[in-house]
């Protein structure tokens, strides 16, 4: 695909149970030109995910292979699993010009910003309340009591660590939220600093 911008990776954060794959399925239906960057996991598949797809899912002694063998630009552990962006996934979507989404936590953000090796936009999707928060991941029905609590205590980790981002957006009406993030990217791909050198046909001499 041709592309009118350099491109670049935008990075979404969220607490579990926020909205954050919600709102990134709307992105990709409103908005041409995304690459979703598929993560490796040691954590089990839920019912519907599909390899390749959702994440990549292998067991923890293929991950420490491929941690050992510096295949991933960031990695982490998350709720017990081990979670990581690879550097092949991340090279093809820019290499085809897509904008690439990488769906990764804020120690992940934390830890491609700081390799420097990447034009990053970050986004970090906040709850409009923890009771809110709460009563999503209920409504979700797809973890236990303790897991819910574990996801609420780790939210608060989370939350604190918002300010590190370019943007917050607070998913609370849902489209509203999906028109903010759709608004991002497009604010992003018109940037002068990613738009300048596609457009110096328009001005050879300069
Ligand atoms: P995450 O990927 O962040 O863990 P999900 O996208 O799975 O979260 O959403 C968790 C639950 O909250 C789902 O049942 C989803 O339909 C619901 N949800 C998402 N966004 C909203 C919203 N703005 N208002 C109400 N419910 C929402
Ligand atoms: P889940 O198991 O619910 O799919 O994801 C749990 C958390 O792991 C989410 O916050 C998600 O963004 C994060 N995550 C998924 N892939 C990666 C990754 O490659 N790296 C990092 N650091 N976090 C990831």
Known sequence: MSSDHTPFLLVVSAPSGCGKTTLLKG????????????????RKPRSGE????DYHFVSQPCFTQMQNAKQFVEFA???DNSYGTSRGSIGKLLDDGLDGVLDIDVQGMEEIKLTGMFDLVSVFIMPPSMEELESRLRKRQTDSDAVIRRRLENAVSEIRKAHLYDYIVVNDNLS?????LAAIVLAERSRASRT???????????
């Open 27 to 42: 992105l990709f239906e409103g908005v041409d030109g995304l690459g979703v960057s598929v993560s490796h996991t040691t």
């Open 50 to 53: 599909k390899e390749g797809v």
């Open 77 to 79: 552990c998350v709720h």
């Open 176 to 180: 509203a939220a999906r028109e903010n």
């Open 196 to 206: 300048f050198l596609s457009l110096q046909h328009l001005v050879p001499f300069v």
